[in-house]
């Protein structure tokens, strides 16, 4: 006679059932760190690239100066050093700043400052000449800031709608002076 023992042939299919929402919450939140600490590095290159080519002196040019140190220049050695992330400048050097934007932010950011929630993975470009909200250029020996404020939205929900990068690099021009 045969007899018949207790399966346990489904216990296999439940225990994965109730583990895998556990797990992928945790690849996708791994991830989700993962493209932030990503976004974070390549802001902070591109805000010390855009620092490093204002203060730049070229002492070829005549009568030797600092050719590099505008907006224009600062802005597009920015976006050529993080061409992958979405990045513009909302607020340029002597002009009036919509809200209480100003191309001269300082620490703490304030979150109005940041990219807004209908804007994800967005980021703003601040170009900051000596410390002054009219300076479009700096000369030798003035600082030049430049300050990046990212907005990421992660996929997982548990991390948060909106995580937010930022990175400020200040330089001193260089040059004969």
């Known amino acids: 006679m045969r007899r018949m023992l207790p399966t346990k042939r489904g216990q296999a299919l439940v225990e994965m059932a109730l583990m895998a929402p556990v797990l992928f919450l945790m690849v996708l939140g791994a991830t989700d760190l993962s493209q932030l600490f990503y976004y974070s590095t390549s802001v902070t290159n591109a805000a010390r690239e855009g620092a490093r ?3 730049y002196y070229d002492p070829m040019t ?3 100066g600092n050719t590099y140190a505008t907006d224009a220049a600062v802005y597009s050695a920015v976006n050529a050093e993080a ?5 513009s400048e909302p607020c340029h050097p002597n002009t009036i700043c919509s809200g209480s934007l100003t191309n001269c932010p300082s620490y703490p950011y304030a979150n109005a400052l940041y990219p807004p929630t209908s804007a994800p993975n967005t ?3 601040f170009v900051c000449f000596n410390n002054s909200t009219t300076a479009t250029t700096a000369t030798v020996g003035q600082p030049i800031r430049i300050t990046i404020l990212y907005s990421f939205q992660p996929v997982t929900p548990l991390i ?3 995580v937010h990068a930022a990175a400020s690099t200040e330089i001193l021009t260089q040059g004969n002076g």
């Open 160 to 162: 948060g709608t909106m």
């Open 123 to 125: 980021g703003y470009v």
């Open 62 to 64: 005549f009568p030797g």
């Open 83 to 87: 061409s992958y992330l979405n990045l």
């Open 53 to 55: 080519q204002g203060a």
